[in-house]
């Protein structure tokens, strides 16, 4: 069915210019609000040491604590001072243990002792921040098994 003229309104429009419309403020990135410790030189540092669970000695990423105190959340890491050595194939290495920790409970569970051995490591090698970030991050893990 063809029209043979314009569309007309029954109703007619009450206002007569467009409605004003309030500017939102755009919340500041999440980047900017994350106060989380960084370091690269101790994550570089981290990925030259052998993989915690099966002591690989190459294709190591610097592992985060996951599922454990609320360290990190969706889309959040852990501080830097709560890593591990980990192998992984993104890195050149066989056995995928980054992965293997976070599918298995029991070696989620074991986070905080590969935590320990890799902070006592570090305190012995840096100083400054770096340390003081490192003593801070085993005084936690202390605290958060204590309860």
């Known amino acids: 069915m063809k029209r043979t003229g314009p569309i007309q309104r029954k109703t007619p429009l009450k206002a007569r210019k467009p409605m004003k419309r309030a ?3 755009k919340a500041p990135a999440s980047h900017s609000r994350d106060q ?12 030259s040491l052998p993989c915690c669970v099966c002591g690989a000695t190459t294709g190591i990423a610097a592992h985060h604590m996951i599922g454990m105190w609320q360290l ?5 890491k852990a501080p830097d001072s709560f ?3 980990a192998c992984d194939p993104i890195y050149g290495h066989s056995r995928d ?3 293997q920790i976070h599918a298995h409970k029991a070696l989620r569970d074991r986070q905080p002792g590969f935590v320990r051995d890799t902070i006592s490591r570090a305190v012995r090698h840096f100083d400054g921040e770096v340390k003081t970030q490192l003593i801070q991050a085993w005084e936690f893990i202390d605290e ?4």
């Open 23 to 25: 500017t939102r403020r």
């Open 36 to 47: 989380r410790w960084r370091s690269e030189a101790y994550l570089a540092w981290v990925r």
């Open 72 to 76: 990190g959340g969706i889309g959040l």
């Open 83 to 85: 890593a591990m050595p």
């Open 97 to 99: 243990c980054h992965q």
């Open 144 to 147: 958060r098994e204590a309860a």
